[in-house]
């Protein structure tokens, strides 16, 4: 990569980055393999006065976690389980269990803060400033160190900068999609995108370099 564009692209992520997060959603990894435990906490520094609501979407539904840990789908006009009570300050677990196999999935987990006992999403009983996200990665990969130890940044930057740009952020030729292996898979097999010449990666490069796609981290030496 050139130096220049380089030092602007640091510059952008690094100012992206919040010094100091008054409250989050944390998980331990967030590219999993299968048999591996995923477990995500809610961190916050402050007692939080209101409820804490954490949502997802699984095939087009919006389910909220209930107070344990279940998920609930949202029906407009009901009140809308909370997963926890105005929690004093601290870390809380908010969902943990253990990926299936033969399963990829990217998820994006919803944080927000709200009046208890409302139709959460109906107007002025959420506040959006509160609203936090956090996506993380499930492969379909057997229990093993394989893809965690291939680096997919470096994969990405050999193989894919050259058509689709050092920073996939941008989709250049739908690179987003590729945050899904069997999207890549296919994409390679398909004359138009004149990628055939990659027929030679392994699945394991392809799931790494998926999970960068996901969440691209640039060396900023
Ligand atoms: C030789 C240039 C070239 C290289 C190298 C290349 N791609 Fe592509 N890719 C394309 C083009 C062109 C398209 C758009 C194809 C189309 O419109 O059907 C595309 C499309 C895609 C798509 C979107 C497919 C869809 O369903 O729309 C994905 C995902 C993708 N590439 C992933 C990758 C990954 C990951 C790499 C590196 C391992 C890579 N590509 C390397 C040219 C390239």
Same mark, same amino acid.
């Not at 029906?75 to 299936?100: C, D, E, H, N, W």
């Given at each position: 990569?050139?130096?220049?564009?380089?030092? /602007?692209?640091?510059? $952008?992520?690094?100012?992206?980055?919040?010094?100091?997060? /008054?409250?989050?959603?944390?998980?331990?990894?967030?590219?999993l393999l299968a048999g591996e $435990?995923?477990?995500?906490?809610?961190? *916050?520094?402050?007692?939080?006065?209101?409820?804490?609501?954490?949502?997802?979407?699984?095939?087009?539904?919006?389910?909220?976690?209930?107070?344990?840990?279940?998920?609930?789908?949202?029906?407009?006009?009901?009140?809308?389980?909370?997963?926890?009570? /105005?929690?004093?300050?601290?870390?809380?677990?908010?969902?943990?269990?253990t990926m299936p196999e033969g399963f990829y999935?990217?998820?994006?987990?919803?944080?927000?803060?709200?009046?208890?006992?409302?139709?959460?999403? &109906?107007?002025?009983?959420?506040?959006?400033?509160?609203?936090?996200?956090?996506?993380?990665?499930f492969t379909a990969k057997p229990g093993t160190?394989?893809a965690? &130890?291939?680096?997919? +940044?470096?994969?990405?930057?050999?193989?894919?900068?050259?058509?689709?740009?050092?920073?996939?952020? +941008?989709?250049?030729?739908?690179?987003?999609?590729? $945050?899904?292996?069997?999207? $890549?898979?296919? &994409?390679?097999?398909?004359?138009?995108?004149?990628?055939?010449?990659?027929?030679?990666? *392994?699945?394991?490069?392809?799931?790494?370099?998926?999970?960068?796609?996901?969440?691209?981290?640039?060396?900023?030496?």
């Amino acid at each position: 990569m050139q130096t220049r564009i380089k030092a /602007a692209l640091c510059a $952008t992520l690094l100012s992206a980055i919040p010094l100091a997060a /008054a409250d989050s959603l944390v998980a331990d990894s967030t590219v999993l393999l299968a048999g591996e $435990t995923f477990q995500m906490n809610y961190l *916050t520094e402050t007692p939080a006065s209101q409820n804490i609501y954490v949502a997802t979407v699984v095939d087009g539904n919006l389910l909220f976690l209930d107070e344990n840990g279940g998920l609930v789908p949202y029906t407009a006009g009901q009140p809308t389980p909370a997963r926890l009570k /105005a929690p004093a300050a601290g870390s809380y677990k908010v969902i943990s269990f253990t990926m299936p196999e033969g399963f990829y999935r990217n998820f994006t987990f919803y944080k927000a803060t709200g009046k208890p006992g409302s139709d959460l999403l &109906a107007a002025g009983n959420y506040d959006a400033a509160s609203l936090r996200t956090l996506s993380v990665s499930f492969t379909a990969k057997p229990g093993t160190a394989g893809a965690a &130890a291939v680096n997919g +940044g470096a994969l990405y930057a050999a193989h894919c900068s050259s058509c689709h740009n050092e920073d996939p952020t +941008g989709n250049l030729g739908n690179i987003l999609k590729g $945050t899904d292996p069997l999207a $890549t898979t296919a &994409a390679i097999k398909n004359p138009a995108g004149k990628m055939g010449h990659l027929a030679a990666l *392994t699945s394991d490069e392809i799931t790494a370099i998926a999970a960068w796609i996901s969440h691209p981290r640039f060396d900023c030496h």
